[in-house]
């Protein structure tokens, strides 16, 4: 029998999540009810379709949708074999069932993040994370991962999960879901190869039981599909891989990598690629780094923050719904809001990512009245986000913590 005090918990949590539902209606109704038909899900379809090409024996990576997208499939073999699913269900189905889907993972996602600023609200925490995940869903990368149908949401999951749940398990109900720490970061980056930066920090820090089991999982699942889908597998690991403009145009405002910003500089093949190089190897060393802090300090939502803003500087392509990420970043840098700089610059991440800086700028860029300076400035906003960011935690989270840890060391030698 369940106590009235559970009872009263729950029922600010379905508030919670009425307050999201409220939240998530408008950007559910502007892309899923009243979008043209020929840009409804654009990625969804294409994982459906590649779910499909499996189910009918058509080559996976050699399938385009329809007019006037004509998109290919471009993730590892694995993602095909799991969007088996969507390509059983009617198309429209699988659409709101996605957006659905992706909701669900916000929730869990805030949930984790934004844990010790939650705990905070005691009883009213289901409401507190109805609060701060209907905030978060009106930044320009989930709306994007909306617009598209991406699975950006589950790679973010995955990763914070195995993070900050893998020693402990997972309380479902009356049930703990325990699995090796590192194995969903595995199952991570054999669905999209980007979470590899993880394995990558796992090695940095020498958290070698994780690497293990991150690779072991990444194998096993990637062998095991080559035994099911051999020809597909075959061809991504020896073509399509290899092929980085069946991602698109590289150059365009949406890819908010360095590569992206790079590339809109427009300089020769040679110094593009040095000048990439360049940026993206001292992006690596500084996030790494902040990585390997956090992982001593023991705040293991700013690890994965860290890890997550390395992965879209040093990819060579970062779409604006790859800054899902920046969901993490926000609950790293309030933390539970006590201090007051980090409240504040949580609020203003936030603000920011409300912000399509992208489109934006390529507006300006199509205006004769504004220096192309500027406008080149404001279309690069998200990946100015994604450094300021890491900064932002080495100053506010990093040092806060190196402060604190000292004045109890201060203390215990007074006492």
């Not at 293991?300 to 970043?329: I, R």
């Not at 960011?389 to 840890?405: I, K, N, Q, T």
Request: charged share 15%.
């Amino acid at each position: 029998m369940l106590s009235q005090g559970t009872t009263r918990t729950g029922a600010w949590r379905w508030l919670g999540v009425l307050v999201l539902l409220v939240a998530v209606a408008p950007i559910v109704h502007r892309y899923l009810v009243a979008y043209p038909d020929d840009q409804w899900q654009v990625d969804l379809e294409v994982y459906r379709e590649a779910g499909r090409s499996l189910l009918l024996g058509r080559p996976v990576y050699q399938f385009e949708t329809e007019v006037p997208q004509l998109l290919p499939f471009t993730y590892p073999t694995f993602s095909a074999v799991l969007s088996i699913p969507l390509a059983l269900l009617p198309w429209t189905v699988a659409g709101w069932v996605w957006t659905a889907f992706q909701l669900l993972l916000l929730w869990v996602i805030v949930g984790l993040a934004f844990a010790p600023l939650l705990a905070r609200a005691g009883r009213f925490a289901g409401l507190a994370q109805g609060l701060v995940a209907a905030a978060c869903v009106w930044i320009s990368p989930v709306g994007e991962n909306i617009r598209f149908g991406q699975v950006n949401v589950i790679l973010v999951t995955l990763c914070l999960l195995d993070l900050l749940k893998g020693a402990d398990g997972l309380r479902v109900g009356r049930f703990t879901l325990r699995w090796p720490r590192g194995a969903l970061v595995g199952i991570a980056v054999a669905i999209k190869l980007t979470p590899g930066v993880f394995l990558v920090h796992f090695a940095i820090t020498r958290q070698w039981r994780e690497l293990r089991n991150a690779v072991l999982a990444a194998v096993g699942v990637t062998v095991a599909t080559f035994l099911v889908a051999p020809e597909g597998s075959l061809e991504f690991w020896t073509s399509a891989l290899l092929n980085s403009d069946r991602l698109g145009p590289n150059a365009g405002s949406s890819n908010q990598s360095l590569r992206g910003f790079v590339l809109r500089l427009y300089l020769s093949d040679g110094a593009t690629t040095a000048v990439w190089g360049v940026l993206a190897l001292v992006a690596a060393v500084a996030g790494y780094a902040l990585a390997r802090r956090m992982h001593r300090q023991g705040s293991l939502v700013g690890e994965v923050a860290a890890c997550g803003m390395v992965a879209v500087l040093v990819s060579p392509v970062s779409w604006l719904h790859h800054y899902l990420w920046g969901v993490v970043v926000l609950g790293a840098v309030v933390g539970d809001a006590r201090v007051r700089a980090r409240a504040v610059a949580g609020i203003v991440g936030l603000l920011l990512l409300w912000i399509a800086w992208p489109w934006w700028g390529a507006n300006l860029l199509a205006s004769r009245s504004v220096p192309t300076v500027l406008a080149r400035v404001v279309q690069n906003g998200d990946l100015w986000w994604a450094c300021a960011s890491v900064v932002v935690m080495w100053r506010l989270v990093v040092r806060h913590a190196d402060r604190e840890s000292r004045v109890v060391t201060d203390r215990s030698r007074s006492v």
